[in-house]
């Protein structure tokens, strides 16, 4: 049988964890909501990952390319390229209402691969006889 990669375990395990403490800040079906997608994408990245540089990479390879393959990372950031000006101040009012949150979504996703990472290092680190 085959065993899951520490780095994968870590990723996933902290985007469960990131998205239910993010989550819980405002109800239930936010922190539910909130695990899913960030478990989902670090699903997701943990493959492209597998693939590409490979999980045996050097961490800041595999940190970098963890957080851009992550969809929800790449939707975060599209938008606020898409919607600059709300995003920068430079516009106000109601066409700009929850503009902040596609960008926070970006910087939550790459909470996971840090996680992966340290969780590999733990893993990795010579244990005493």
């Known amino acids: 049988m085959r065993r899951v990669h520490p780095f994968a375990v870590g990723q996933i395990g902290g985007g469960l964890i990131i998205g239910a403490v ?5 109800d239930w079906r936010a922190m539910v909501t909130a695990s899913s997608m960030l478990g989902a994408g670090a699903v997701i990245s943990s493959l492209v990952c597998w693939w590409r540089p490979g999980l045996q990479a050097s961490g800041w390879k595999l940190g970098l390319m963890a957080c ?9 950031l599209g938008y606020a390229i898409y919607d600059y000006e709300c995003v920068l101040g430079w516009r106000k009012g109601w066409a700009c209402f929850l503009s902040e949150v596609p960008p926070l979504a970006a910087g939550l996703s790459c909470l996971p691969p840090l996680l992966g990472l340290a969780w590999r290092w733990w893993r990795r680190r010579p244990r005493p006889a």
């Open 22 to 26: 993010a989550g819980a800040l405002l």
């Open 68 to 76: 851009v393959a992550n969809p929800l990372f790449l939707v975060g």
